[in-house]
């Protein structure tokens, strides 16, 4: 049933649950959360409350109504969902330097 509805897209998330590519940053004692999933060869941030991802083609194939959702977006809900991510617990003072590793790849028009 999830290859139909996500076609493709559904291995390649499942192959980074299993080789346990998404991790969960909770940062304290703010209680923030940061999903990233380590995608082909960059991390990218998933916000799951708004079925967001930094990745190229959420930019312009999520956007555009073209997909459904990316790769790494089903691999953070599955990953939650089993029960299958690593966490690191960090004070809020790493926060920056986590989020500014991700906000440097994102697309710049």
């Given at each position: 049933?999830?290859?139909?509805v996500?076609?493709?897209?559904f291995?390649q998330?499942?192959?980074l649950v299993e080789?346990?590519k ?11 959360t940061?999903w ?9 941030q ?6 967001f991802c930094?990745?190229d083609d959420?930019?312009f194939?999520?956007?555009?109504h073209k997909?459904?959702l990316c ?6 809900q599955?990953?939650?969902?089993m029960?299958k ?5 960090l ?8 989020t ?8 710049r028009?």
């Amino acid at each position: 049933m999830l290859t139909t509805v996500f076609q493709k897209r559904f291995p390649q998330a499942l192959g980074l649950v299993e080789g346990e590519k998404v991790r969960k940053y909770q940062f304290s004692p703010s209680g923030r959360t940061v999903w990233v999933v380590t995608g082909r060869g960059r991390d990218y941030q998933i916000l799951p409350d708004s079925l967001f991802c930094t990745c190229d083609d959420y930019y312009f194939r999520v956007m555009e109504h073209k997909k459904q959702l990316c790769y790494h977006i089903i691999a953070q809900q599955l990953s939650e969902a089993m029960g299958k991510y690593s966490v690191a617990e960090l004070t809020d003072s790493r926060y920056p330097e986590i989020t500014s590793k991700l906000t440097s790849i994102i697309p710049r028009e």
